[in-house]
């Protein structure tokens, strides 16, 4: 008898081992279902599952690993917090989410797209932050990381539309022309015409 109750443990203890902490699991499901919501344009939603994973201080049992994720799940917690405020069309938050932005550098590339899709939705003037960041984005388009790079494409499909938006329309082009070169060159798709006979056509219709 005692010998199956040992075995039973053993098999408890088996089961129950995970590559991360627990506590990354749990918030990583609140995580998940909030930026599902926001997606659909369920702000309201979104922001009720983020309670979910903003203060996991309470969670018992946590090694120094535990505590990393805690605290990473705070931080994502506050910058989706800015990124809901922004979709709400709230522009007076924008001067604390960008020194939230500077206190988490990890955090630019996803930041300031939701800047600009922000702004085209809402005409927001956002050339400042622009101009203070142009240099560092465009450090992406090197990276071998996808997800920057996939912030990187996004930024630049958002950047177009600003420019368009506000009359600038070479600028525009120059931008959709650099994302869609890019994309190119890393196979990420295939346009249904060149970049070179786009870009003349593009030269001929100024």
């Given at each position: 008898?005692?010998?199956?109750?040992?075995?039973?443990?053993?098999?408890?203890?088996?089961?129950?081992?995970?590559?991360?902490?627990?506590?990354?699991?749990?918030g990583y499901g609140f995580l998940s279902v909030s930026t599902a919501l926001q997606k659909k344009g369920l702000i309201k939603e979104a922001r009720a599952e983020l309670e979910g994973y903003a203060d996991l201080s309470w969670f018992k049992g946590l090694d120094s690993e535990g505590e990393a994720d805690l605290e990473q799940f705070r931080v994502w917690a506050k910058a989706n917090s800015y990124t809901l405020d922004?979709?709400?069309?709230?522009?007076?938050?924008?001067?604390?989410?960008?020194?939230?932005?500077?206190?988490?550098?990890?955090?630019?590339?996803?930041?300031?797209?939701?800047?600009l899709e922000t702004a085209n939705k809402y005409d927001f003037d956002v050339d400042s932050i622009i101009d203070?960041?142009?240099?560092?984005?465009?450090?992406?388009?090197?990276?071998?990381?996808?997800?920057?790079?996939?912030?990187?494409?996004?930024?630049?499909?958002?950047l177009a539309i600003y420019h368009y938006?506000?009359?600038?329309?070479?600028?525009?082009?120059?931008?959709?022309?650099?994302?869609?070169?890019?994309?190119?060159?890393?196979?990420?798709?295939?346009?249904?015409?060149?970049?070179?006979?786009l870009q003349e056509h593009m030269q001929q219709s100024d």
């Open positions: 008898m005692n010998q199956q109750i040992t075995k039973e443990k053993r098999r408890a203890t088996t089961w129950l081992r995970a590559e991360r902490h627990l506590v990354f699991y749990y922004l979709l709400l069309g709230k522009r007076d938050i924008l001067p604390a989410y960008i020194t939230f932005l500077e206190n988490h550098p990890e955090e630019i590339s996803s930041g300031l797209v939701t800047i203070k960041y142009s240099e560092q984005i465009k450090g992406l388009q090197e990276s071998d990381d996808v997800k920057q790079l996939t912030y990187y494409y996004c930024y630049m499909y958002q938006r506000h009359g600038r329309i070479l600028k525009g082009q120059k931008d959709t022309l650099n994302y869609l070169s890019l994309s190119q060159q890393r196979n990420w798709f295939k346009p249904p015409i060149s970049i070179e006979v």
